[in-house]
């Protein structure tokens, strides 16, 4: 499950976002013609950033957010553990370069 609005991905179950309250979706629609979604398969998107640092989780995502890139994210990044952040491949050079710095 998905939020349409934050674009994280949910365990199958939950209905709402706790972010922003907004209604899951079964599947994002695209909203660029760089989207993870024009990958062919998820298996086609490219990693550029890891962490299992809560707080460098949130700054990646508020800097990709507000440089209007779309990503997708490991499902359990709430939780302990590492966390992925994925691009399109041609979005994935630029996507690092803002990401470079991190922890």
């Known amino acids: 499950m998905f939020c349409p609005n934050c674009r994280y ?7 709402t976002c706790p972010d922003c309250g907004a209604d899951l979706v079964f599947q994002l629609p695209p909203n660029s013609a760089k989207s993870p979604q024009d990958a062919e ?10 962490s299992s640092d809560g707080p460098s989780i949130a700054i990646a995502k508020s800097l990709l957010d507000d440089a209007g890139f779309e990503y997708l994210i490991s499902k359990d990044w709430r939780g302990a553990g590492r966390v992925d ?3 399109h ?4 050079g630029e996507a690092r370069a803002l990401l470079e710095g991190l922890g």
């Open 9 to 15: 991905e949910y365990k199958l179950g939950a209905t």
């Open 89 to 92: 491949p041609d979005k994935a």
């Open 85 to 87: 952040f994925r691009v």
């Open 41 to 50: 398969n998820e298996k086609d998107l490219v990693t550029i950033y890891v």
